[in-house]
C-alpha cells in the first residue's frame, strides 16, 4: 500500500482538512508524510517590494511546515518538510512545483483539498488540482473544503466498468479497503441506450419507432447481462478487502456520475475511488459527465487514479498557463 504521502499545505481550510486527513492515514499504513508548502511571493504583492514579499511569503511556509511537523511528531508519524517555490520560470506553476518534491521524495500517493483558491466548480477546469491530476505520476486524493468531514475510511465505493483503467482504480479500492479493513461496494452503471441514441442523433436510423423501442430493449437487456458479469469477475479480482458488495445500477435519464453519488449515499461510502484515462486530460475526460460530475458533486473524498501509460506524452493543449491561477 502507500508508503509516502505527499501533503500539500497552505494554511486554507480545505488545505488543514486534507493534511489532517493524510496525516491519520499515514498513521494508519505506518507511511511517511511529507509536507510542502510552495511559497508564491505575488500573494503578498501588497508590500512594499517584492523581497519583502518573499520574505514574508517564506516566513509564512515555515511556520506551517513547522506547525504539521509538530503533528506529525505528536501523531509519531515520520515526516519530512519542504518549502520550495514556483521558481524559476522553467517551472512556473504550484503544481509543477509540488510534482518536483513528489517525485524527489518518492511519494506514491497525494493528498490534498479543493475548493480552497479557485472554488470546486473549477477543480477540475484550469485548477492546481487539475494540473496535479495531469502531471504527477501517482493517485490524487481530493478533500473537499465543505464536504463530510474526514475521516479514516469505513466504507469505499470504486466506479467499475471493465475498463483497463477502473480495472487499476478496482486494484487501489481493494488494497486500501484491505489495509484500513473497510467495507469496499463496486457499482457498475448501465448507460440507458434510448438516451445514447437520442444524444448520437440515431434514432432516425430506425423509421419504424416500434422496431426502434424493441431492439433498444433487446441491447439494453444485453447491456445488464454484460454488467453482472462484469461485477462478478470484479468481485473474483478483490482479495483484500475484507467484504465486497456488488451493484448494479441502471443510468435511466440520469448522468453517470450521478448515480454513481447516488449509490455513494446509499452504501454509506465515505471514499469514491475512480479511474482517469489521463492522457486526454480530466478536462477531456468526460467532459460534464462521469469524473467532471463526481468530484463537483459528492461530498466525499475522491481518489482519482490514473492511468500510468498517459505519463510519457501528456497532452496539456487543454490546460491554462501555469501560471495562471
Not at 485548477?127 to 486524493?141: F, G, N
Not at 478533500?143 to 466506479?159: N, Q, S, Y
Not at 441502471?250 to 475512480?274: K, M, P, T, Y
Request: aromatic content about 4%.
Amino acid at each position: 500500500m502507500y508508503k509516502c504521502m505527499l501533503l500539500p499545505v497552505d494554511g486554507s481550510p480545505p488545505s488543514e482538512r486534507a493534511a489532517a486527513l493524510g496525516l491519520a492515514l499515514a498513521k494508519r499504513l505506518s507511511a511517511t508524510a511529507v509536507f510542502v508548502h510552495v511559497v508564491e511571493p505575488h500573494r503578498y504583492r501588497g508590500l512594499h517590494d517584492d523581497q519583502e514579499a518573499l520574505e514574508r511569503a517564506r516566513t509564512v511556509g515555515k511556520a506551517l511546515l513547522e506547525q504539521w511537523e509538530r503533528k506529525a511528531g505528536q501523531a509519531q508519524v515520520p515526516c519530512f518538510t519542504q518549502l520550495t517555490s514556483t521558481q524559476p520560470e522553467s517551472r512556473p506553476g504550484v503544481a509543477e512545483a509540488l510534482v518536483d518534491a513528489g517525485v524527489a521524495h518518492g511519494c506514491d500517493l497525494v493528498v490534498m483539498g479543493t475548493h480552497g483558491r479557485t472554488g470546486l466548480p473549477r477543480v477540475l477546469l484550469g485548477s492546481v488540482a487539475e494540473r496535479m491530476a495531469r502531471l504527477a505520476p501517482t493517485p490524487l486524493l481530493l478533500v473537499r473544503g465543505d464536504g463530510l468531514e474526514p475521516t479514516l475510511f469505513r466504507h469505499i465505493l470504486v466506479a467499475f466498468d471493465g475498463s483497463a483503467f477502473s480495472e487499476l482504480a478496482l486494484q487501489h479500492a481493494d488494497a486500501l479497503a484491505g489495509a484500513l479493513e473497510a467495507g469496499l461496494s463496486v457499482v457498475y452503471v448501465v448507460p440507458d441506450l434510448t438516451q445514447l441514441y437520442r444524444s448520437a442523433g440515431r434514432a432516425w436510423m430506425f423509421a419504424d419507432q416500434a422496431q426502434l423501442q424493441a431492439q433498444l430493449a433487446q441491447e439494453q437487456a444485453r447491456l445488464r447481462e454484460q454488467g453482472e458479469r462484469i461485477l462478478r469477475e470484479a468481485a473474483r479480482q478483490c482479495t483484500h478487502a475484507p467484504a465486497v458488495h456488488t451493484v448494479l445500477k441502471e443510468a435511466g435519464r440520469s448522468l453517470i456520475g450521478e448515480r454513481i453519488r447516488e449509490v455513494a449515499e446509499e452504501e454509506q461510502a465515505d471514499l469514491i475511488v475512480l479511474g482517469t484515462h489521463g492522457h486526454t486530460g480530466l478536462r477531456r475526460l468526460l467532459l460534464g459527465s462521469v469524473a467532471e460530475d463526481v468530484a463537483q458533486q459528492a461530498r466525499q473524498p475522491i481518489l482519482l487514479v490514473r492511468n500510468p501509460a498517459a505519463l510519457t506524452h501528456p497532452d496539456e493543449s487543454h490546460l491554462p498557463p501555469p501560471g495562471e491561477r
